[in-house]
């Protein structure tokens, strides 16, 4: 089945292929299948358009490490908020040269910088759905438009939201999103970076076990999830990008201008 999915695929649009019944076929047979064979799949299928996003976070270092040994020359797209630990561009760098990863760094679109000028000191605090609208869903967005697939490193026991996900993904305007590592646990992550010897995050060790934006990040404890120290306290789990907001299109930069000059409890000098 998998030869002529890939024959059937070159060239065409995935979703004027196949239909929503035969992609979910095709992904209940990946359940079994081991994280390379899923990428390797993925890259004879779509290559050269194909991407792998990444966070460059501990999590994210053996997916990086399965990519580069498949297809040394896969485009790997890093969000580059402005808003990054520097332990974390630090370590970007180290997986570069370590594993000849071939980055392309995103930002968020130049319209917004009036509005990042004036608003976005407090942004994350005030209103972090739409700094994570603004920093990282609209920019990949905008890179999933030069690609048919993209390959991300989420695992169902990370958040509720991710539990219900599959290894094939019908996204927007046709993309599909694949994710080889959905049945690892982080045992497996762990096992994994240990079995190869690769790089930690130099945060791991001072308890950040999931790392995204410095101000939207903490340690955790022990006994607290992965993910605890991301958004604390907001009632938030997702960026958006794993989520239907990846999927809709965002409000304009004058509505959101207006909204923030009318908004009486706004205080732009804060």
């Not at 995935?14 to 390797?40: G, H, N, R, Y």
């Not at 965002?250 to 409890?265: D, E, Q, R, V």
Request: charged share 25%.
């Amino acid at each position: 089945m998998w030869d002529i999915l890939t024959k059937s695929c070159i060239g065409a649009s995935f979703m004027t292929v196949f239909s929503q019944e035969e992609i979910d076929q095709l992904a209940s047979s990946m359940e079994s299948q081991t994280p390379q064979q899923i990428i390797t799949w993925a890259v004879e299928t779509f290559s050269p358009q194909i991407s792998v996003s990444s966070s460059f976070q501990a999590q994210s270092v053996p997916l990086l490490h399965m990519v580069s040994r498949i297809d040394p020359e896969i485009l790997v797209f890093f969000l580059d908020t402005g808003l990054h630990f520097w332990e974390t561009l630090m370590f970007r760098e180290r997986l570069q040269r370590e594993f000849g990863l071939h980055i392309q760094n995103l930002y968020l679109d130049k319209q917004w910088k009036n509005f990042i000028e004036r608003f976005g000191r407090k942004l994350y605090d005030q209103d972090p759905d739409l700094c994570c609208y603004i920093r990282k869903v609209q920019p990949m967005q905008r890179a999933m438009q030069t690609v048919r697939a993209w390959i991300t490193g989420i695992r169902r026991d990370q958040t509720a939201n991710r539990h219900n996900a599959k290894i094939l993904e019908l996204e927007r305007d046709g993309l599909l999103k694949i994710n080889p590592l959905l049945n690892w646990t982080r045992q497996d992550v762990q096992n994994y970076t240990c079995e190869h010897n690769l790089p930690v995050h130099p945060l791991f060790e001072k308890g950040y076990r999931s790392i995204g934006c410095k101000p939207c990040t903490r340690a955790v404890r022990q006994d607290e999830d992965e993910r605890a120290g991301r958004w604390s306290g907001k009632g938030k789990t997702e960026c958006g990008l794993h989520t239907e907001m990846f999927n809709q299109d965002g409000p304009g930069k004058s509505a959101l201008l207006n909204g923030f000059l009318l908004n009486p409890n706004q205080d732009e000098n804060q």
